[in-house]
């Protein structure tokens, strides 16, 4: 630490300068050392994304409290101006939160451009890394609310947000096209039936869903490429793919009989429906109702499942009671009977749970008592106990979103901007074969083999892709507008926007509470100054009395 106080300017280079096991000083200071030192090498600039061979970061270590009271120091402010002016100016310092970039020299040099392009696919993190381990963590989640780092979710979503609407127009394309071929040639078999307008629809919408339908495919394997492990945990992605599935048998099928086209024609517009609108909850206006449903959704199928047992148990037991004999059937009733096997009488069981009990129509006559003690005992346990418990867990699950919507919000918010990073800047090679060619051509320079395929898009997704200078300054008398300097990386796309009300809320009460610890600051130093002046006059006195004390006479 003495050698970085005395030499700044080797502080860039050396505070995340790594050891043989890829641990930066941050990661050992987290774990060893006292608050002091990590809250020091943290103000000096130390990325808390600095990744050991391990894959830990120093957040994974740093207590909560601790990285809070960093947060609100990397709000900057001019002390001695007035808040009130109108050019009164907050400067945000992301430094910290962005992981640190590699500054390797090729060792080849054949091209000078290319060299430059390398460099530059060097410089390119991930921005969100630190925050989406936060967003996942419960003990840093209350975290994202902080303006910090709301303003710089903020500024990388719009930095994203053109990706989204390509993506959502790409989308609701293949959504159109899909429905209007499922109703123009599946729903309706007589094609002499179809009206000028229809046909014209149809004509259109063929190529249109083949296009899409073929972007989508590659989309999907993009990704799988990629990220094959983070793919596979996306129930979303199951989805798209049953939903590839489907619409390819829709489309390069040519005849169908009417017991296939009907019932993948009716999947497919479900699923696409359904896919629509989780895409739609990207958005950040849309995203807290998409986790309502996810989390509703996801609780109660779990405490359904736990209470499937009963429900199976009651399906049987009505199977066994209601099923009808030969003799115990009326030969005139021509109402199915739900009880004749046990996958129907659990579909019945279940279709109850909703309160459609149509008990007129059940044999009681049979097993009048044993029937009645069953069905009753169904009606309480399960039709008013378990389904109003399944219910208050919703509207509880809804309550606790809905007060914390803005926190929801943000949280994700963060998780789609790191995928959506992870995606634009992963190999399409897996690690595995990246390594074997390092060690087959270790004469050829590795980062060659980095095949990032979305370089440029990438680049245009980082919020600050070649500037160590990580800042943002934010006018909140202006409405919470951005101004950039004319040397950073987001001059002229980033001004002109401003920011929420609520965030620019928010910094004005931390700039509030800075002032405040500073008048307290400086009230205690004027006390301190003044005890200090009257501990000086006692001394002066008592100085006085020994000199009097000893002229008397003894």
């Excluded at 998409?290 to 989390?295: A, Y």
């Excluded at 130093?525 to 100085?543: G, R």
């Amino acid at each position: 630490m003495d050698h970085l106080r005395f030499n700044p300017e080797k502080i860039p280079s050396l505070i995340n300068e790594q050891d043989d096991s890829k641990n930066s000083p941050l990661h050992y200071a987290v774990r060893y050392s006292d608050q002091e030192r990590v809250e020091e090498l943290l103000d000096l600039g130390a990325s808390l994304g600095s990744k050991n061979k391990s894959g830990v970061m120093p957040v994974h270590d740093i207590e909560p409290k601790m990285l809070e009271r960093h947060l609100d120091r990397c709000i900057e402010f001019d002390k001695s101006g007035k808040k009130y002016k109108e050019d009164f100016s907050v400067t945000f310092n992301y430094r910290t939160l962005i992981p640190p970039r590699s500054n390797k020299v090729p060792k080849v040099e054949k091209d000078l451009e290319e060299n430059l392009n390398q460099s530059v696919v060097q410089e390119l993190v991930a921005e969100t890394e630190v925050i989406a381990y936060m967003s996942q963590a419960t003990e840093f989640k209350h975290l994202l609310a902080h303006p910090v780092i709301v303003t710089f979710l903020f500024m990388k979503w719009h930095k994203i947000r053109w990706i989204f609407n390509i993506n959502l127009a790409f989308y609701f394309a293949f959504f159109l096209s899909l429905v209007f071929y499922v109703f123009l040639s599946y729903a309706n078999f007589r094609q002499s039936d179809k009206t000028s307008l229809e046909l014209l629809i149809l004509i259109i919408s063929v190529p249109v869903l083949m296009v899409t339908f073929f972007i989508l495919i590659l989309r999907e394997l993009f990704q799988m490429a990629v990220s094959p492990g983070k793919y596979f945990k996306s129930f979303e992605n199951y989805i798209e793919l049953v939903l590839i599935f489907i619409t390819g048998a829709i489309i390069f099928t040519k005849t169908p009989d009417e017991h296939t086209r009907k019932p993948l024609a009716a999947i497919s517009i479900l699923l696409a429906a359904f896919e629509l609108v989780l895409m739609l909850g990207q958005h950040p206006k849309f995203s807290t109702n998409v986790v309502m449903l996810r989390t509703v959704s996801y609780n109660f199928f779990k405490f359904l499942v736990w209470y499937s047992l009963l429900i199976v148990a009651f399906a049987l037991s009505f199977y066994i009671i209601f099923s009808k004999t030969e003799v115990a059937s009326p030969p005139e009733q021509e109402e199915e009977d739900f009880f004749t096997d046990p996958g129907k009488s659990l579909f019945k069981t279940i279709v109850m749970l909703t309160g459609e009990f149509d008990a007129s129509n059940m044999n009681f006559h049979t097993f009048p008592f044993t029937s009645i003690v069953i069905f009753s005992l169904f009606i309480f346990m399960i039709a008013i106990i378990l389904v109003n418990l399944l219910n208050g867990l919703a509207v509880s699950d809804t309550q606790i979103i809905k007060s914390n919507a803005e926190l929801v919000g943000h949280i994700a918010r963060a998780q789609h901007i790191y995928y959506v990073e992870t995606m634009l800047l992963g190999n399409i090679l897996p690690k595995k074969m990246l390594t074997k060619f390092e060690n087959l051509f270790c004469c050829y320079p590795s980062k060659r083999w980095n095949l990032i395929v979305l370089k440029p898009l990438a680049e245009k997704a980082c919020l600050f892709p070649r500037c160590n200078k990580c800042e943002l300054t934010v006018y909140p008398n202006k409405g919470g507008e951005i101004a950039v300097s004319n040397n950073s990386c987001c001059f002229g796309y980033c001004n002109h926007i401003r920011l929420e009300k609520e965030t620019v809320k928010e910094i004005n009460s931390i700039v509030r509470m800075k002032r405040e610890e500073m008048e307290d600051e400086k009230q205690e130093c004027a006390c301190l100054q003044k005890l200090e002046e009257v501990l000086m006059k006692i001394s002066e006195l008592d100085n006085k009395m020994e000199i009097i004390m000893q002229c008397l006479p003894e």
